[in-house]
């Protein structure tokens, strides 16, 4: 069997494991187009009705860059979050794969090579749209302090209104939910314990 062939079946026997994947390098994101924003905020709306087109590498660099890219050199971000903590992580499920958007490098770093999309939640379209952003946070990077859980769902809905307005600037449909099957997604993701999935999202092309 040649090389190729074999990684194929791999994948599809779900035999790969991450450290058998590459990081996938983003292009770099275009930072000076998009809609006025107060256009953009007139427009902004979820929407749950998607084509199974599939975002270009441009477009998904663009989009996760709004979402939580770096803005400045010392490497602070798109969104806030308490204490600059920078707790939340951005997991990118395609029918590709899993990946983590590694914002400080511009690359999707692989998980597995398995289409979780279904996994991401509880309503029959996350199977099917092209992307689903799941927000997870790194909970040893959260602090202990009484009020922390209130800060990582806070600096995740940041996190997920950039989404919302990158998406309305873009012409772009997107949901961002939080009825989720948590524990199975979990396991899906292969969480370390450490790792709280709070909300997710799914982006896409509008059914016309
Ligand atoms: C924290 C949060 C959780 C949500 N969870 C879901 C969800 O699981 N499924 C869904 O279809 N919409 C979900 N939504 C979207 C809301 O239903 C939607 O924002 C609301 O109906 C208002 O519509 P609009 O976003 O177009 O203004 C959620 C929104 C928020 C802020």
């Known amino acids: 069997?040649?090389?190729?062939?074999?990684?194929?079946?791999?994948?599809?026997?779900?035999?790969?494991?991450?450290?058998?994947?590459?990081?996938?390098?983003?292009?770099?994101?275009?930072?000076?187009?998009?809609?006025?924003?107060?256009?953009?905020?007139?427009?902004?709306k979820t929407t749950r009705d998607f084509t199974a087109d599939k975002l270009s590498p441009q477009m998904l660099s663009n989009l996760l860059w709004a979402a939580f890219g770096v803005n400045r050199p010392d490497g602070r971000r798109t969104a806030p979050s308490a204490m600059n903590r920078q707790e939340i992580d951005i997991y990118v499920a395609t029918a590709d794969g899993l990946s983590v958007y590694n914002a400080q490098a511009n690359r999707l770093e692989p998980v597995s090579?398995?289409?979780?999309?279904?996994?991401?939640?509880?309503q029959a379209f996350v199977a099917t749209a092209p992307l689903d952003l799941v927000y997870v946070a790194d909970l040893a990077k959260a602090g202990s302090e009484p009020d922390a859980d209130l800060y990582t769902a806070a600096d995740t809905g940041f996190i997920a209104q950039n989404v919302y307005l990158f998406c309305a600037s873009e012409g772009l449909a997107t949901v961002v939910r939080g009825s989720i099957d948590r524990a199975s997604l979990g396991k899906a993701m292969k969480l370390r314990p450490e790792q709280k999935i709070i909300l997710a999202q799914t982006v896409g092309y509008p059914k016309r």
């Open 1 to 44: 069997m040649r090389k190729s062939m074999l990684i194929v079946a791999l994948i599809s026997a779900g035999c790969l494991l991450a450290q058998d994947l590459k990081p996938v390098s983003l292009p770099q994101p275009q930072t000076d187009s998009g809609r006025p924003l107060m256009q953009v905020l007139k427009a902004r």
């Open 113 to 122: 090579a398995q289409d979780i999309r279904a996994a991401t939640g509880t």
